[in-house]
């Protein structure tokens, strides 16, 4: 069994892209953000218990989830967004089980679970890692880069656990409120430290 690393922060604040980095070095990395998105598409196993749950205006033409129509929904009503948790979840946990268990790789897999606390996951883990940014830094960095409002920006904020509580709980914390070579620099340091520790 490899040394399981889970990848956790909250929203914008660049877990992403530390993986990307951490990826650049040869980690072996699954983002859970991407299991979501295949479950998701066209073709994918929870497609059509989204589509019974949610109805046929949240599938979009090719067949896949229209996650902004999905997003407007549940992110306004915590029973919608519970019911479609009870749906991604299970699905999600089995994926990522499944590649924990694959051989091979460098050693160590790491994943990418933005809400690893909020839905219990912590469990496990050889090393948890949080990424984490200044409240206002998130706030802008939806609104520039995902066209939120202020307003539907502190809904998605709202809907997590505050980040200081999630950085309290993780082995590592990794700050990210300066730019990317900064975070790219970080990132080569804890690869470092995680190629140390598996040859201890």
């Known amino acids: 069994m490899s040394f399981s690393v889970a990848i956790t922060g909250g929203i914008a604040c660049g877990k992403s892209l530390f993986a990307k980095h951490l990826r650049k070095w040869g980690l072996d990395l699954l983002d859970a953000d991407e299991v979501v998105h295949a479950l998701q598409a066209s073709g994918g196993e929870a497609v059509e218990p989204i589509r019974l749950s949610f109805g046929g205006h949240v599938i979009a033409p090719d067949g896949s989830v229209d996650r902004k129509a999905l997003g407007a929904i549940i992110f306004s009503d915590p029973e919608a967004r519970k019911k479609l948790n009870q749906i991604m979840h299970p699905r999600v946990l089995q994926k990522i089980q499944s590649w924990l268990r694959e051989p091979g790789g460098s050693g160590v897999k790491a994943v990418v679970i933005p809400l690893l606390y909020e839905v219990g996951w912590e469990k496990d883990w050889d090393l948890i890692i949080c990424v984490t940014s200044h409240t206002q830094?998130?706030?802008?960095?939806?609104?520039?880069?995902?066209?939120?409002?202020?307003e539907q920006a502190h809904q998605r904020l709202a809907s997590q656990m505050p980040i200081a509580e999630k950085a309290a709980r993780a082995d590592l914390t990794v700050n990210n409120n300066a730019g990317e070579e900064e975070l790219a620099s970080e990132a080569k340091r804890i690869y470092r430290l995680l190629m140390e520790k598996i040859r201890i």
């Open 137 to 150: 830094t998130q706030i802008d960095r939806l609104m520039r880069f995902r066209g939120l409002s202020a």
